[in-house]
């Protein structure tokens, strides 16, 4: 998997490092080929996931939730994931 992570995030707290060690398992765990994208926007993270086929796209999504329910996080999902072919946006507060 490949893991891009755009502009300067910093020193990330051991809660943020820890969400994104998790974050990439889940996908890996699904999509061994798949990408994910990274950017620190202010107080967000923007993610980008690139499935190598948009079959896994389903099954990425599911694991995403999966987490984000488990550990009460809210996140904002992008509407166009089967428009542009399994890609799968979304953001997360940190405040």
Do not use: C, W
Not at 70 to 83: R, Y
């Amino acid at each position: 998997m490949q893991v891009q992570i755009l502009g300067d995030i910093g020193v990330l707290p051991d809660n943020e490092e820890n969400y994104l060690y998790l974050l990439h398992a889940a996908i890996e765990s699904v999509d061994e080929l798949s990408s994910l994208e990274i950017t620190k926007i202010s107080s967000k993270y923007h993610f980008r996931v690139a499935p190598s086929t948009p079959q896994y796209a389903n099954s990425i999504l599911e694991e995403i939730l999966k987490i984000n329910n488990l550990l009460h996080i809210h996140l904002d999902l992008s509407k166009s994931i089967k428009s542009s072919g399994g890609t799968i946006s979304f953001e997360i507060n940190v405040e």
